[in-house]
């Protein structure tokens, strides 16, 4: 057993020594910066910016925003939460690199999306057009009255069946919008851009998994004079 320790004091002595030196003390800096990003970037938050205009009015191009990510231990998302997460189509790699890169940010390839959260696990989801051109979403058969949107008039024509059902959907299911209705499971959530006619979301390739989230949008801080929390509807059911 005391040779044990002995080898340990060893090594311990080996390793202050090491930390003396220049190459030690930039490598400890290094390591303790990266853990630091780490824990911030996985419990508390991160920052982020838009690159596109898929959530107009709320969000526009150049818009740096806070996204806080220690919520999600306590409660999944809530309707109306604008959520950052991973889409269906980027696949995660576990292997270490990409791994810390997610983790840190930094040199960070895997593409992610930022829409709101409209279907809950349990919800039935379904966009209908009226003979007026207008078109809304209704969740379990109630129309979701939304006043954050870009318009209601700038939704996609609903595809028929003989859309939905030639060669070109069903080879490229992503560039087909649906309508519904859409059945949500557990631990499934219905994604949509507030630009409802310039948006990739679960309309076209549908529901989202919980596990894809990365945190909740919580305020716009950059530019200056776009300063606002970014909050979710209290109530927004019409009969």
Request: glycine share 6%; charged share 35%; with cysteine.
């Given at each position: 057993?005391?040779?044990?320790?002995?080898?340990?004091?060893?090594?311990?002595?080996?390793?202050?020594?090491f930390n003396k030196t220049a190459v030690g003390e930039t490598i400890s800096t290094i390591i303790f910066v990266l853990t630091a990003v780490i824990i911030i970037r996985f419990f508390i938050g991160e920052i982020r910016w838009i690159p596109s205009g898929s959530m107009h009015p709320t969000l526009l191009e150049g818009d740096r925003i806070v996204v806080?990510?220690?919520?999600?231990?306590?409660?999944?998302?809530?309707?109306?939460?604008?959520?950052v997460f991973y889409p269906p189509s980027t696949q995660l790699s576990r292997k270490p690199i990409p791994l810390l890169s997610r983790l840190t940010g930094i040199l960070?390839?895997?593409?992610?999306?930022?829409?709101?959260?409209?279907?809950?696990?349990?919800?039935k989801v379904e966009i209908k057009r009226e003979n007026s051109g207008v078109s809304y979403v209704y969740i379990?058969?109630?129309?979701?009255?939304?006043?954050?949107?870009?318009?209601?008039?700038?939704?996609?024509?609903?595809?028929?069946?003989?859309?939905?059902?030639?060669?070109?959907?069903?080879?490229?299911?992503?560039?087909?919008?649906?309508?519904?209705?859409?059945?949500?499971?557990?631990?499934?959530?219905?994604?949509?851009?507030?630009?409802?006619?310039?948006?990739?979301?679960?309309?076209?390739?549908?529901?989202?998994?919980?596990?894809?989230?990365?945190?909740?949008?919580?305020?716009?801080?950059?530019?200056?004079n776009r300063i606002k929390p970014l909050k979710h509807l209290d109530n927004p059911f019409i009969k």
């Open positions: 057993m005391s040779e044990f320790w002995d080898k340990i004091k060893e090594y311990k002595r080996k390793y202050d020594e806080e990510r220690f919520m999600r231990f306590f409660k999944g998302p809530q309707r109306g939460d604008i959520m960070c390839k895997d593409v992610a999306y930022i829409k709101r959260v409209v279907g809950m696990p349990g919800d379990n058969d109630k129309r979701y009255d939304e006043d954050y949107i870009q318009s209601v008039y700038e939704y996609p024509q609903c595809p028929d069946n003989e859309i939905l059902n030639s060669d070109f959907a069903k080879m490229n299911p992503d560039q087909i919008m649906k309508c519904g209705p859409f059945y949500l499971k557990d631990n499934e959530y219905f994604m949509m851009g507030d630009n409802r006619g310039n948006s990739q979301d679960s309309r076209y390739w549908g529901v989202l998994k919980r596990d894809r989230f990365i945190g909740r949008a919580v305020v716009v801080f950059w530019p200056l």
